[in-house]
């Protein structure tokens, strides 16, 4: 079974920012009192043992179906959501171990762009308030220098003066989002968490976040987790990219082999669903049959293999998929490549 180290990638490159080990996530199902006592636990297997490393200044791009656990374990990264069992380290600090007060100074460091820019948003307070808010909480700035470090973020994310008065419900989606992602910048972070920064916004908005996430990438050598259904997107701001079923890593590659020769038969079906805009393409679409595998308490063998179009036979339904590297940095967990 191939562990993070393996998965670290361009190991010639940057060094480690993040790594990750064997992480499991599972939520317990509560049933009431009484039938907790006498029947058997069940739990949402929600992350069920992921490793993978990211390097400093890679952006690091994680795609799957909804349901599939990536905005868990995007959560679980920062303990929005504690883990069940797992390591991490983050600059090689262990992040599951740390009590409350260290946690809270790991956290300047590592920052969440949320998925909807108007629930994360507080609406009683006005922008100054909601971008000065970690700087406060930090001590990134003396009070005298508020305004000038608030008005300077703004402009960073591209926000005029005029904004920082007004309230989260008198802005657009994408202005939402430009405020989120200017609190979290406040901390001066080195990895932020992007979860679904694209997918509550218009089209005609889409592209302007991903190029100033890409602009801000560049000038403060940022760290990207770079969680998105858009595949489009994945496929052109991510360097490499995991593909996710149902809690597991099915496949992991530089996002230019993932999205021109899928390996695993998932990554083959959602990489056929992207639209093409040149005309006289000729790409198949893969259409899936059968029902998703529920992740209470899944069954052993794969768990892709009730939808899979090229099983390969019992061993598919006996046994978890271990992980074949079967090219440069190209791993896959699939009985087919065993």
Known sequence: MCDATCLTGLKDMEPTLLELKNLKTHFRIRRGMIRDLIEKKRFVHAVDDVSFTIRKGETFGLVGESGCGKTTLGRTLIRLVEPTTGELTFDGQDVFGLGPEA?????????????????????????????????????????????????????????????????????????RQRIGIARALGTNPRFIIA???????????????????????????????????????????????????????VELARSEVVFKSPAHPYSKALISAIPSIHSGTDTKRISLAGDVSTPIDPPPGCRFQNRCFVKKGSICEEADPSWTEIGPDHYVACHLFA
């Open 103 to 175: 946690l809270r100074t790991l956290r300047k460091d590592i920052q969440v762009i949320f998925q909807d820019p108007f629930a994360s948003l507080n609406p009683r307070k006005t922008v100054y308030q909601i971008v000065a808010q970690p700087l406060r909480t930090h001590g990134i700035v003396p009070r005298s220098q508020m305004k000038e470090k608030v008005l300077d973020l703004l402009a960073k994310v591209g926000l005029q003066r005029e904004h920082m008065d007004r309230y989260p419900h008198q802005f657009s989606g994408g202005q």
């Open 195 to 249: 979860d679904e920064p694209l997918s509550a916004l218009d089209v005609s908005i889409q592209a302007q976040i991903l190029n100033l996430l890409e602009t801000l990438r560049d000038e403060f050598r940022l760290t990207y987790l770079f969680i998105s259904h858009d595949l489009s997107a994945v496929s052109y701001f991510s360097d490499r990219v995991a593909v996710m079923y149902l809690g597991k890593f």
